[in-house]
Nanobody
């Protein structure tokens, strides 16, 4: 059974940092792409970043480029999202998700398995 569990969310001041973790079980990262998504109240779910560990490919939404960094620890089957210089508009529930294959994409519909989400709140 594929399971994804996010952790690391919380309350942070604008300009601060958080690191989110996505622990995966039931599969290995070799044949999957892992993505981070977020959804704020009243808004559509949007892609933040994704990684294909086997090919070393990453991609970032323009809104987070230069501030967020995605990485993976394949031995631990865990993907991280380091979030620096947080802004109030980063406030959302953050989800990790997986899709089979190695082509990177930030389209939510392309992902099959989802975690439960972790809340990130950035105060001004």
């Amino acid at each position: 059974e594929v399971q994804l569990v996010e952790s690391g969310g919380g309350l942070e001041q604008a300009g601060g940092s958080l690191r989110l973790s996505c622990a995966a079980s039931g599969f290995t990262f070799d044949d999957y792409v892992i993505g981070w998504f977020r959804q704020a109240p009243g808004k559509e779910r949007e892609g933040v970043s994704c990684i294909s560990s086997s090919h070393g490919s990453t991609y970032y939404a323009d809104s987070v480029k230069g501030r967020f960094t995605i990485s993976s620890d394949n031995a631990k089957n865990t993907v991280y999202l380091q979030m620096n210089n947080l802004k109030p508009e980063d406030t959302a529930v953050y989800y990790c998700a997986s899709r089979k294959g190695r082509v990177i994409t930030l389209a939510p519909m392309d992902y099959d398995y989802w975690g439960q989400g972790t809340q990130v709140t950035v105060s001004s």
